[in-house]
């Protein structure tokens, strides 16, 4: 009897319809199944039912076919309400279930190779557990089908038969562990050492812009560490019993849970290895996302995958997916008995096996022959594998990481300049293949270095007690299908027309983002909304520092011996100054203005206007003067918010609004004391004074604009919608670039690596 009529006016609940085998399985039974209706259970995702998703994989091209002239439905609409019953709801709550099922097909679960544990359990255990509790409900004697993986075997060797696992592992322990694992981790990460570490890592990045930076900072580090934690924790458990990740262990244990459940009820395990792009149906290539093998076929493309752990005789289980579908088909309509469930494997390395030897050198002539454009990268130079084992490989991938993690800690601490950027660059386009690699290394080194060989007897007797029509729809005997055509042909041609679009659509936007780079966007004139636009001093106007900017002021009024001595104080404290305005710039500042005790502040002043004037501004930047002057043109209100006293913002008065600078305090005698009248605005202080000094008024932050070259600034760009970073330090360079800033380099015509003195000869 064909599978159309054994399923004819049957009732199939689908889960998972919106993943890659539900979606192809949804297809082919509207296609080759006429007589069949379906339910399917769908999660509800916001705004959107599940009828809403379901519409979404109606409206995807592979239905389009069935709707229109000469066909049963004029659209999604008339598909749905004719074949289809959604049912909202989750794996973690399944809803009840229709009182009239004949079949259930258990497509969903955690497909990720590295879920947290707490989650792999309740979808791939708990999940199983209660859809099979609620078909249990209807009262009927339901063919259960769950979709399995073959790797659920673990890390054994050799054959693998269509049969339960051998393992005595308690499902119930284990479950009840896993589900726990997330108080206890939550619990650990909030121990001290654990908290004072996460601190520490934060405030050395983020310490000079302030507590709250750095508390954020903590923060995102400790969550991080507790989702981190949760992977681990279940690779970790799945790898001590035998099995690679918590993927194959919790789908192992929700088998277990199928197999008690079978002695009350008819049901089936289908076990299908890598199942990847279609071999003829829905059409040759068809596939949604990306699934095991396309990342490193991917990356070998673009010669970023210099070598594979595995062997060159290890065998890559390939199957396509229309071929698992069928075979899924296949089993829905045969006679399921109660009392223990049926095994069947769809993979192709029992009988027709992919070796790395083969897959290699196809690959490797289909990219050099349809290359990746790398636009700026050049022609991809395509690696040869050699295989030299997994510890080779691991080992190389060490060395990379260590050599680029002394070579970050160099670029973020040698003077800022284009070079410097241009190095820091470098580094994150490094550090991004190589997280890309160990991630790799990591997910898939267990895989490719097993040594299964998946028997697929059942699958084979299946696929020939078919019907011969049946046997070219519902095909399941991986035999026919041509490695070297299916990768060069179909698979290949496939997976990387994406890649390539995205390529174009990447070249258009570097181009477009050189033809723009450095050039800030205009500034338009006032729309009725009110807009300040602030403006760091020290390294954004003008090329200068503290230090610099303390000797300009300090040194005209001494005679010849007391400038030999302050020089020599300060080369001697230069050091403990550097690392004191890496960690706190506040403290710094407050240390070098300490010197100013005993300074008239009129000898300050008359300084400033007779000898430093002219050389503040010519240390400034001409396109920085522009733009403060386009601002102004606008109607925007300009703000110069710096930690300089306000002696040496003189000369800028005639170009800002406000100024917000540090006052020297004075004793009774009006002379400085060396201490300042309130606290040096930096960091975090910055931007608080900005939002304070909007309220109540009608200036509209997320229309104004902020200035700023340090990382210390952070929190003040953070605070309005057009933050602009000026020839940023490394870490403020890579943190403008991570939200998509502006980013500009201003520069001085008379900037110069000399220190210079004004009013004082030197040699």
């Not at 095909?475 to 070297?484: I, L």
Request: glycine fraction near 8%.
């Amino acid at each position: 009897m064909r599978l159309a009529e054994k399923l004819k006016d049957k009732k199939v609940l689908v889960t998972g319809v919106t993943g890659f085998i539900g979606e192809a399985l949804l297809h082919r039974i509207i296609g080759e199944l006429p007589g069949t209706t379906v339910a399917v259970i769908i999660r509800p995702k916001g705004s959107m039912t599940g009828s809403d998703r379901l519409a979404q994989v109606l409206r995807k091209g592979i239905f389009q076919g069935f709707y229109g002239e000469n066909t049963p439905y004029a659209d999604a609409a008339a598909l749905a309400a004719a074949r289809i019953q959604v049912i909202d709801g989750d794996l973690s709550d399944v809803p009840e279930l229709p009182k009239d099922l004949d079949v259930v097909v258990h497509c969903a679960g955690d497909v990720s190779f590295d879920p947290p544990i707490h989650e792999a359990f309740t979808t791939n255990v708990l999940g199983t557990k209660q859809l099979l509790e609620r078909i249990e409900e209807t009262g009927r004697l339901v063919h259960y089908v769950h979709i399995s993986t073959a790797y659920t075997a673990g890390r054994r060797r050799g054959a693998v038969p269509e049969a339960p696992i051998d393992h005595t592992v308690d499902w119930r322990v284990e479950v009840e562990a896993g589900m726990g694992m997330k108080a206890r981790v939550e619990e650990q990460s909030r121990e001290p050492a654990l908290l004072a570490k996460f601190h520490k890592e934060a405030d050395k990045l983020h310490g000079r812009a302030g507590p709250m930076t750095t508390a954020a900072d903590t923060e995102r580090r400790r969550i991080e560490w507790v989702a981190k934690r949760l992977v681990e924790t279940g690779t970790e458990r799945a790898r001590s019993l035998g099995w690679t990740d918590a993927y194959t262990f919790t789908k192992a244990l929700g088998e277990r849970v199928v197999e008690e459940f079978a002695e009350r009820m008819p049901a089936s395990i289908v076990r299908p290895a890598i199942v990847e792009s279609a071999w003829t149906t829905p059409y040759p290539g068809w596939i949604e996302g990306f699934k095991m093998a396309e990342p490193i076929l991917l990356a070998y493309g673009r010669g970023e995958l210099p070598e594979f752990p595995t062997t060159g005789d290890a065998v890559i289980e390939m199957v396509p997916v229309d071929h698992v579908v069928g075979a899924i088909c296949a089993v829905m309509a045969r006679d399921a008995e109660v009392a223990k469930p049926e095994y069947f494997t769809i993979g192709s390395g029992y009988r027709n096996p992919l070796s790395f030897h083969k897959l290699h050198p196809w690959i490797r002539e289909y990219f050099l022959r349809h290359p990746f454009d790398m636009g700026d990268r050049g022609d991809v130079r395509l690696p040869i594998w050699r295989y030299p084992g997994g510890d080779s490989v691991e080992n190389t991938l060490r060395f990379g990481e260590r050599a680029h993690k002394l070579a970050d800690a160099v670029v973020t601490r040698i003077p800022r300049s284009e070079r410097t950027r241009k190095y820091a660059r470098e580094l994150d386009v490094q550090k991004r293949r190589l997280d890309f690699l160990r991630r790799l290394l990591d997910l898939y080194g267990e895989y490719v270095q097993v040594e299964l060989q998946f028997v697929d007897d059942n699958t084979l007797a299946l696929h020939n007690s078919l019907d011969p029509e049946d046997r070219e729809k519902f095909w399941c005997d991986v035999s026919v299908v041509d490695w070297k055509v299916y990768l060069q042909d179909v698979h290949l041609p496939s997976i990387t027309a994406s890649m390539r679009r995205l390529d174009v659509v990447r070249k258009k936007r570097n181009r477009a983002l050189a033809e723009t780079a450095g050039v800030l966007k205009k500034v338009e004139k006032n729309d009725g909304t009110e807009v300040i636009a602030a403006f760091d001093m020290d390294g954004t106007l003008l090329s200068s520092n503290v230090i610099e900017t303390y000797l300009w002021m300090r040194l005209p009024e001494l005679d010849s011996r007391e400038r030999v001595g302050e020089l020599g104080a300060m080369l001697r404290r230069l050091p403990k100054l550097v690392s004191a305005e890496r960690k706190d710039r506040g403290k710094f500042l407050r240390t070098i203005y300490r010197r100013y005790e005993g300074a008239d502040p009129a000898e300050l002043d008359a300084i400033v206007d007779e000898i430093l004037a002219e050389h503040v501004l010519d240390r400034l930047s001409g396109a920085a003067v522009r733009r403060v002057r386009e601002h102004r043109a606008a109607g925007h209100k300009t703000i110069l918010i710096t930690g300089a006293i306000r002696q040496l913002t003189r000369p800028l008065r005639p170009l800002f609004d406000e100024i917000v600078a540090a006052e020297l305090a004075l004793d009774d005698n009006g002379r400085c004391n060396g201490s300042l009248t309130s606290p040096p605005l930096v960091g975090e202080s910055r931007a608080a004074w900005i939002r304070n000094r909007v309220r109540g008024t009608g200036i509209d932050l997320s229309k104004s604009f902020a200035y700023a070259d340090s990382h210390s600034d952070l929190p003040m760009l953070q605070a309005v919608g057009n933050p602009v970073a000026v020839s940023p330090d490394v870490p403020l360079y890579r943190a403008a670039r991570a939200a998509r800033w502006q980013i500009v380099d201003w520069k001085s015509a008379s900037h110069t690596s000399r220190l210079e003195i004004p009013g004082v000869k030197t040699q």
